[in-house]
């Protein structure tokens, strides 16, 4: 229940510690950290999502 809120709240800290070096004017680690945790946590709500239907369609075949 609070994995989530507490994975958030450290991704920011790590953003806000890595914000200020900057690459050719692009803060590069703060991107790369934010664009990491944004792909873990989609990727968990679509396996989810998939599995909900999966189940969903097998109890209306009459499957389970």
């Given at each position: 229940?609070?994995?989530?809120?507490?994975?958030q709240i450290f991704k920011g800290m790590a953003i806000l510690m890595f914000r200020k070096k900057h690459v050719q004017g692009m803060p590069v680690i703060s991107m790369a950290i934010g664009a990491g945790a944004n792909y873990q946590l989609t990727?968990?709500?679509?396996?989810?999502?998939?599995?909900?239907?999966?189940?969903?369609?097998?109890?209306?075949?009459?499957?389970?």
């Open positions: 229940m609070l994995e989530q809120p507490i994975k990727r968990r709500v679509t396996d989810f999502a998939h599995k909900f239907y999966q189940m969903r369609y097998f109890k209306e075949k009459g499957a389970l």
